[in-house]
């Protein structure tokens, strides 16, 4: 059980708009520490989507977008492509663990 | 491009230790701090340890603190992982991954492809 929760999946169709949340509390993303995700195709590494809530590194389509709230995170990606399909995780730090964190992990299927 | 190459993952039996390497190459390693992260077959991502560029600092999660050692040798370009009295809760793929900016606020910036380590008698 993480300390960061995302839902199990979600879905959309091609061209349509999805969103992932990711909720922490006062001791991670409530604490001011930024929040970071990654995409992950089954059987390849995970890959840098997100960095410091917002930034998209080189080569991220504009269509990935993060935004932090409070305790929360969401990663947004619009007009949704077959080769969107993956898993993604967002990650922070914890300071009643002490340690780096990821959550659990949300599973986009593109219908 | 930055290319990092994972190896000495197999079977070991619980109780057994087993050395992960990471070589690295595209860039220049004594920068960087490094990180081990894993995943269990079908499960998420769970982080490991970090090291510092200089090697000086290190940080480690619960659940291997005081059974696995980290490690980098900046004049190899390498970054090790030393795992003793292995569980079959370590089974896992284990990947190296960069680190950018401060720890704790920064992120895994580059992965590696992952060498799987499966403890089993």
Not at chain 1, 4 to 28: E, F, H, K, M, Y
Request: with cysteine.
């Amino acid at each position: 059980q993480s300390v960061l929760t995302q839902p199990p999946s979600v879905s959309g169709a091609p061209g349509q708009r999805v969103t992932i949340s990711c909720t922490g509390s006062s001791s991670n993303i409530g604490a001011g520490y930024d929040v970071h995700w990654y995409q992950q195709v089954p059987g390849t590494a995970p890959k840098l989507l997100i960095y410091g809530n917002i930034n998209r590194p080189s080569g991220v389509p504009d269509r990935f977008s993060g935004s932090k709230s409070g305790t929360s995170a969401s990663l947004a990606i619009t007009g949704l492509q077959f080769e969107d399909e993956a898993n993604y995780y967002c990650q922070s730090y914890d300071t009643n663990l002490s340690g780096l964190v990821f959550g659990g992990g949300t599973k986009l299927t593109v219908l | 491009q930055v290319q990092l190459v994972e190896s000495g993952g197999g079977v070991a039996q619980p109780g057994k230790s087993l050395r992960l390497s990471c070589g690295a190459s595209g860039f220049i390693f004594s920068n960087y701090g490094m990180n081990w992260v894993r995943q269990a077959p079908g499960k998420g991502l769970e982080w490991v340890a970090i090291i510092y560029y200089d090697g000086n600092n290190k940080y480690y999660a619960d659940s291997v603190k005081g059974r696995f050692t980290i490690s980098k040798d900046n004049s190899k370009n390498t970054l090790y992982l030393q795992m003793d009295d292995l569980r079959a809760e370590d089974t896992a793929v284990y990947y190296c991954a960069t680190w950018s900016g401060g720890y704790p606020r920064g992120y895994f910036q580059s992965w590696g492809q992952g060498t799987l380590v499966t403890v089993s008698s």
